[in-house]
């Protein structure tokens, strides 16, 4: 069965503390992976898309890595207004795109 | 360029009312995805359209439907409204590629009372 499972579910760090997010995954055909950031009360806002394994991506404090059986958004130096849930998602075959149940962190000044 | 429109954005109504929720996607995107978010079950897809056609399906019941229109504009649809329906309702849009990131709307925040 298809599955997306993020750790942990909660994250609190202190301003500056870097520290990662895991997205582990089973699906058949792998289409993409992708990350988002949802603020409370508003719909996800697009991250980053991976492919194959051995991909990265870098966007200012936050940077996503894919493996065959995982991905991390790392975050470094990260500031209060880098506190969201952080949701990963997967395209599998068949049209169908599976997310995980987030992980919510929290950035303390 | 205009983002994901969704309208509206509040909506209250009773049980056993049906709902029509609309999306906009971004200009020139096809495909149209529909989510329901709830605090236990975080974000479960509905269902997806391309070209007005509706490419897959999640584990919901018929109460749920929808259609998508020849300008990619999409409609969900809620009949015999009940109390765990009460939840935010997202809409996405992508290019036609099956592997390209879909963009959200702010989504409508739907009560059942």
């Known amino acids: 069965e298809d599955q997306v499972t993020q750790s942990p579910e909660a994250l609190r760090l202190q301003e500056g503390e870097s520290s990662s997010l895991n997205c582990s995954y089973t699906?058949?055909?792998?289409?993409?992976l992708f990350w988002y950031r949802q603020d409370p009360g508003k719909g996800p806002e697009f991250l980053f898309t991976l492919y194959s394994a051995g991909e990265e991506k870098e966007k200012e404090r936050l940077k996503a890595t894919l493996t065959k059986k995982e991905s991390f958004l790392h975050i470094t130096a990260p500031k209060p207004e880098d506190s969201a849930t952080y949701l990963c998602?997967?395209?599998?075959?068949?049209?169908?795109?599976?997310f995980g149940a987030g992980t919510r962190l929290f950035v303390k000044a | 360029k205009a983002g994901v429109t969704q309208t509206p954005r509040y909506l209250i109504k009773t049980r056993g009312q049906q709902v029509t929720l609309s999306c906009s996607p971004i200009?020139?995107?096809?495909?149209v995805s529909w989510y329901q978010q709830t605090p236990g079950q975080g974000l479960q897809f509905l269902f997806e359209y391309f070209s007005e056609t509706q490419r897959n399906k999640g584990n919901f019941p018929g109460r749920f439907s929808g259609r998508q229109f020849s300008n990619s504009r999409s409609e969900m649809n809620v009949s015999t409204l009940e109390l765990g329906d009460s939840a935010l309702y997202l809409c996405?849009?992508?290019?036609?590629?099956?592997?390209?990131?879909?963009?959200f709307g702010q989504g409508t925040r739907l009560t059942v009372v």
């Open positions: 200009s020139g995107h096809r495909s």
């Open positions: 998602a997967v395209r599998a075959g068949g049209f169908k795109t599976i």
């Open positions: 996405a849009s992508s290019s036609a590629g099956e592997g390209t990131e879909a963009f």
């Open positions: 699906v058949s055909g792998l289409r993409g």
